[in-house]
């Protein structure tokens, strides 16, 4: 890997669009903005903010990577990877304990059992299910009207997490309206959401045949209450990077130097 | 007139003979308006149920309902009769042929005739229908379920294996006549609808060329061990239809004569479905995707061929023992037999015989990846795939993936979510063998 030269990895996804610019294996710039319903340009903005974080122009990067739902539609040359190899790599070399990934995205989550240097030895996806992603926090944030960077931080002061019946998201937010109805605490039905989720997650982490340490990241990671009921529910400690949203661009960028090398 | 749709679902195929399929299933639906239109008798009908060359001898023309559901998903014209069928209250849960074909019969009897535009023509009204209880139990309940609509006869043939651990030679003779039994009841059921008298030289006959006939196709798959490989999978999921559905007939012997010369030629000239195969791929299980058949190509385009597969495979050539001179004797053997090939390799070791039978595929093809489809509605194929999937990776050490929707119903395919599992899968595949 050449320590003097700038790689991008660009992560589009169906919430949010990421860049990150590396020096070597080092961040030196990132962008993270809502994906909206134009992948084009959102990944034109990110790129800017980066580059111009930076201060170089594109033409200065000596390769770029793209990831995510949306990587198809990017504007810039270079290749794709998935986003679960990508994942894998940018978790690996923030955590290089890290045996197991799960990765808690807008649309899926999905789970990966790597080794050195970050390759994917198995993986799983979430079904095509609301229950077992970030989409379902979406629903309960609005239902509950608590912004979603705000529900880790309540969930965590539940004492008595409500019990949900279901875990189908749209029966979900049926049954949260019933129990707001009959008075139950937000902080103790973000909890029982946090709880069903992670049961979710916890199957499909156990099909793998989980191996410690496990990181978990996406738009999943940063909800502290989410981390602590996986972690509950497997029984391990879960590892959460910084930025939890930005590993999947970090791993792209890395792909992108380990390509051009 | 109801709406229909059409988008492309089919994969480019690899042989040439494989195209010719498309003929074939037209002809089974054609077959069945013109014995109809002739008098003759109709009846619907379960593949793989071990009954075919007996509803050949007793010349009644069979009309496979499974295939017909497929057929619906290929043309993505299945959402009329699956809504049908819910609306008639049957649930999301059961198999997807089934709704389809419920739906079908269910629009069929409330509108009079035959539904608008219904792929090939439709299926007409059946004079009988033949469940079977081999691979699953939808196929001896649906016909059952579907006299709601039909008020025609029903016969539903039991087909038996003992478990793997069990002492074949204590078991054997009973499982033996029990089937025959079985068979012996179906004889009797189609004299009396039929009103004429089983030929067992007819019934031989047709023995004789369904043994050739799948005799041709083990040879064609024995083929395809060639590297590069000769007939992807594809167009293993058309070609069956001579070997399924036109079991006992010359028909399916010329085909697959024609296609083993086919294959035969390629693999003699090293012809491989895409020019740069880097990845030999095992379809591990599962019914294939009918709505999205072109995903077979998405995989060769990363280099990827599916080059051996463990469904709709005819069975493995078995030998009956030559005291056997009855044809209802012979078929009750030869049931017996197919059903416990690989119980013996199963006792040896793993103790699960399709996980034997991959595991025999994985080092005959040079397999370098394996992928499964779990369908939501297909509980014979889908229930234990994760364990045969935990099985194989204590044997083997190769990249495998399961992907999920359902065989028809697309309300349970995610083209965005497979696209990601397939570049996953690729990386692992590459990372694998160095190619990165």
């Known amino acids: 890997m050449n320590d003097d030269k700038y790689y991008a990895g660009l992560d589009m996804g169906s919430v949010s669009i990421k860049a990150v610019l590396i020096r070597g294996e080092r961040i030196i710039a990132s962008s993270l903005i809502p994906s909206g319903g134009h992948y084009k340009a959102g990944a034109q903005k990110v790129m800017q903010d980066v580059l111009a974080q930076a201060g170089i122009d594109f033409g200065s990067l000596a390769g770029l990577v793209a990831t995510g739902l949306g990587a198809e539609s990017s504007p810039f040359p270079g290749r794709q990877v998935s986003d679960i190899s990508c994942q894998a790599r940018g978790c690996f070399f923030l955590f290089p304990s890290a045996r197991t990934i799960i990765d808690i995205g807008g649309q899926f989550t999905k789970a990966a059992r790597i080794s050195p240097p970050g390759r994917i030895a198995d993986f799983l996806m979430s079904e095509k299910c609301a229950t077992g992603s ?91 209450g989410l981390a602590r009921a996986i972690g509950e529910t497997l029984k391990v400690k879960i590892f959460v990077p910084e930025k939890p949203r930005l590993t999947a661009a970090y791993g792209a960028a890395l792909w992108a130097a380990e390509t051009e090398t | 007139m109801e709406s229909t749709q059409q988008a492309k679902t089919t994969a480019v195929k ?312 009855d044809p209802v004797d012979y078929l009750a053997w030869r049931a017996f037999l197919r059903y416990t090939a690989y119980h013996e390799k199963a006792r040896a070791r793993s103790g699960n015989p399709t996980v034997e039978k991959l595991l025999g595929m994985i080092e005959d093809y040079q397999i370098d990846g394996v992928v499964f489809h779990a369908c939501r509605s297909c509980r014979a194929t889908t229930i234990g795939q994760t364990h045969i999937k935990s099985e194989l990776g204590k044997y083997c050490d190769l990249p495998m993936m399961q992907l999920v929707s359902d065989m028809v119903d697309l309300r349970d395919y995610s083209e965005a979510q497979w696209k990601a599992q397939i570049g996953a899968f690729i990386e692992a595949l590459q990372a694998r063998s160095g190619r990165r």
Not at chain 2, 183 to 197: P, R, S
Not at chain 2, 277 to 300: A, S, V
């Open chain 2, 14 to 325: 690899g042989t040439d003979t494989a195209r010719e399929v498309r003929a074939l299933v037209k002809n089974i639906y054609k077959s069945a308006h013109e014995a109809k239109a002739n008098g003759k008798k109709v009846a619907y009908f379960m593949v793989a149920s071990q009954y075919d060359e007996v509803i050949r001898a007793m010349d009644v023309i069979p009309l496979p309902t499974e295939n017909y559901a497929g057929l619906c998903a290929a043309k993505r014209d299945m959402d009329r009769f699956l809504l049908k069928a819910e609306a008639d209250g049957y649930s999301q849960v059961l198999c997807s042929y089934a709704r389809i074909g419920l739906g079908f019969d269910s629009l069929r009897k409330e509108l009079g005739r035959i539904p608008d535009n219904s792929p090939d023509g439709g299926m007409p009204a059946p004079d009988m229908m033949l469940g079977s209880s081999a691979v699953c139990d939808p196929r001896f309940k649906w016909y059952q379920a579907a006299s709601r609509y039909l008020d025609v006869p029903t016969f539903g043939m039991d087909v038996v294996a003992p478990p793997p651990q069990d002492d074949l030679n204590e078991v054997r003779d009973y499982y033996i006549q029990y089937q025959r039994d079985q068979v012996q009841g179906l004889i009797d059921f189609l004299e009396a609808q039929t009103g004429k008298k089983l030929d067992k030289e007819r019934l031989w006959e047709c023995i004789r060329l369904g043994d050739k006939a799948w005799q041709l196709w083990y040879d064609i798959d024995r083929l395809r061990v060639a590297v590069p490989s000769p007939m992807p999978s594809q167009d293993h999921f058309s070609i069956m239809v001579a070997g399924h559905y036109y079991a006992g007939t010359q028909i399916a012997v010329d085909f697959y004569q024609k296609l083993y010369d086919e294959v035969k030629y390629k693999v003699d000239h090293k012809i491989g479905v895409i020019p740069d195969e880097k990845y030999r791929i095992l379809y591990g299980g599962g019914l294939p995707p009918w709505h999205t058949l072109w995903i077979f190509n998405y995989f060769e385009s990363f280099g990827a061929v599916f080059v051996i597969e463990n469904v709709y495979r005819g069975f493995d050539p078995v030998e009956v023992p030559s005291h056997v001179k």
């Open chain 1, 134 to 224: 970030g989409r379902f926090l979406q629903v309960i944030s609005r239902i509950l009207h608590v912004p979603l960077d705000e529900i880790g931080p309540l969930s965590i002061q539940s004492e008595h997490p409500v019990e949900f019946s279901t875990n189908c998201a749209v029966f979900a937010e049926s049954e949260t309206i019933s129990r707001i109805a009959e008075g139950a605490k937000p902080a103790d039905i973000l909890a029982g959401v946090h709880k069903a989720m992670a049961a979710k997650v916890g199957m499909l982490v156990k099909r793998l045949k989980m191996e410690p340490d496990v990181v978990l990241a996406g738009g999943g990671g940063e909800d502290e």
